[in-house]
């Protein structure tokens, strides 16, 4: 089963729409193509019927909003000064008079600004063709449509004009002017938007167009393809069912043939297996007899094992127990020697520490008689050196001896007597 995609663009929206088609029948496939045309177009006429009532409502609601502005109580605040004011309003009495004297054979005093009719209205085939006589030439009737659209145009101008110089001179504003062009700006905006909406469509619609027209040669291609390798095929069965015939009753001949060769050569075998299945049945019986008497044997050598290690489980035993006695006295001859040892290091250490005083004291001592000798050298190396100093220079004990004098003369004596 295969899947027909399409897409309708309008102001950025996208609807797609989507629809299955079963089977390779063509007749289907144009059939599901013609239902999405029809989807795309009730698609494309319910945007526009929404774009129209939306721009309806914005038409609407301007209108009230420009209603209840002009019936309101409060003035609108002006704009221009009452200098350019004057000068606005002469400009806009003369275009007004020009306008005037241009569309005289139209004019029929306040003519009312005519709405365009609505987007959907207009592109609609039946619009066009209403609006276009067919007695008359295209290109006739499109330059009159031309001029109608002038005139119509200037009539508008000249009413929006005329209100606008009211409004100048009442107020010194022009919003009017601005209100109308604003409007006639986003009209003409969407109306924009709506032909490159409807001109995209149209090239998706020819796209789709031209990829249905490939697709149903493809497969009015694939389908004359399939006749002739139906038609191949069944020429094929058909000589392929007489051959088959003939191969079956060939090959039921044979099968008899082959099944008589086999049953002869079954009896044969069936007779051999018969002989070898009762020797087989003498060798089973003389094995099971011998296996009777080797589990009789096992048994036996199990029981003397058992009992074998029933001694030896005993013997070890009695050994572990013994084994546990002896360890259980070299544990406790362990600790005894333990604390013998922890007592000999206890001693050991207080014996080295008691050498250690007593080496120190010694040394000790050997320094004090050390140092007492080296006094006592010291002492003799002083007194030495004392007592040459006193011999030397006559000291003490050692002290030199005076000369006497020899006696001094009177002379020296009188004088010494003055």
């Not at 309101?72 to 004297?101: D, G, H, W, Y």
């Not at 249905?212 to 020429?235: A, H, P, V, W």
Request: aromatic share 6%.
């Amino acid at each position: 089963m295969s899947q027909i995609m399409f897409e309708v663009t309008r102001n950025g929206q996208v609807t797609q729409l989507q629809e299955s088609v079963g089977g390779n029948d063509v007749g289907d496939l144009i059939k599901a193509l013609k239902t999405m045309k029809e989807a795309s177009n009730d698609a494309l006429t319910k945007l526009l019927q929404e774009e129209t009532a939306k721009n309806a409502r914005k038409a609407d609601e301007k209108a009230s909003t420009n209603d209840s502005f002009s019936l309101a109580s409060s003035k609108p605040k002006p704009k221009f000064n009452e200098i350019e004011s004057a000068m606005i309003n002469s400009v806009l009495e003369e275009t007004i008079f020009k306008l005037i004297i241009v569309n005289m054979e139209e004019d029929q005093g306040s003519t009312p600004i005519v709405k365009k009719p609505p987007m959907h209205v207009r592109f609609d085939p039946s619009y066009k063709s209403r609006m276009v006589n067919e007695n008359q030439a295209v290109d006739v009737a499109m330059g009159m449509m031309i001029l109608v659209k002038l005139k119509n145009d200037i009539s508008n101008l000249r009413k929006l004009l005329s209100d606008t110089h009211v409004e100048m001179a009442e107020y010194g504003s022009f919003e009017t002017l601005q209100t109308f062009m604003d409007n006639d700006i986003q009209s003409e905006m969407e109306e924009h938007q709506l032909i490159r909406d409807s001109i995209l469509n149209e090239k998706k619609l020819r796209a789709l167009q031209s990829q249905l027209d490939g697709e149903t040669r493809e497969r009015k291609s694939m389908l004359k393809q399939l006749n002739d390798e139906i038609f191949d095929l069944e020429t094929r069965a058909q000589d392929t069912k007489v051959e088959n015939d003939v191969k079956t009753r060939l090959v039921q001949k044979w099968e008899n043939t082959r099944h008589e060769q086999a049953r002869i050569v079954i009896e044969g075998k069936e007779s051999a297996l018969i002989k070898s299945s009762k020797e087989a049945r003498d060798n089973i019986d003389r094995e099971l007899r011998l296996r009777s008497e080797i589990d009789v044997y096992i048994n036996y050598c199990i029981d003397q094992i058992n009992d074998k290690i029933s001694f030896w489980m005993d013997k070890y035993q009695r050994e572990i127990k013994a084994f546990d006695g002896d360890i259980t006295r070299h544990k406790e001859n362990i600790a005894e020697l333990k604390v013998k040892y922890e007592e000999m290091v206890i001693l050991y250490k207080h014996r080295e520490k008691e050498i250690k005083i007593c080496a120190e004291s010694r040394k000790e001592r050997e320094k004090q008689k050390a140092f007492a000798n080296k006094q006592h050298r010291s002492a003799i190396v002083i007194q030495a050196w004392w007592r040459g100093t006193m011999v030397r220079k006559g000291l003490g004990p050692f002290k030199k001896k005076k000369k006497s004098k020899p006696p001094k003369s009177s002379k020296k004596g009188g004088k010494k007597g003055k």
